[in-house]
C-alpha cells in the first residue's frame, strides 16, 4: 500500500502493515542477538573461529536492521 504524506511529516500505512513491521523488530533483534550471543561462544570456545566471526557479525546486522525498523516505525503513523 501506498505511503501518503500529511501535514506532521509522517506517512499513513495500514496496520497491517505496522504489524508486519512490529513483528519483524522483534524477530530480527531478538534472533541478532542470539547469533551473536552464539558466535561469542564458538570464538572464545576455541571451536570453529570462523563461523563464530560469520555469526557474530549477521548477528550485529540482523540486530542493528532490528534498530533501524524501529526507528522507521516511529516515523510512519
Do not use: C
Not at 555469526?55 to 525498523?69: N, P, R, T, Y
Amino acid at each position: 500500500m501506498a505511503a501518503s504524506e500529511t501535514t506532521d511529516n509522517k506517512k499513513t500505512v495500514s496496520p497491517q502493515t505496522l504489524a508486519w513491521i512490529e513483528r519483524l523488530v522483534w524477530i530480527l533483534i531478538y534472533g541478532g542477538l542470539l547469533a551473536v550471543v552464539l558466535g561469542l561462544f564458538l570464538v572464545r570456545g576455541g571451536e570453529s573461529v570462523t563461523l563464530g566471526s560469520v555469526l557474530l557479525a549477521k548477528g550485529g546486522i540482523a540486530a542493528g536492521a532490528g534498530v533501524f525498523l524501529i526507528w522507521l516505525r516511529s516515523r510512519l503513523k
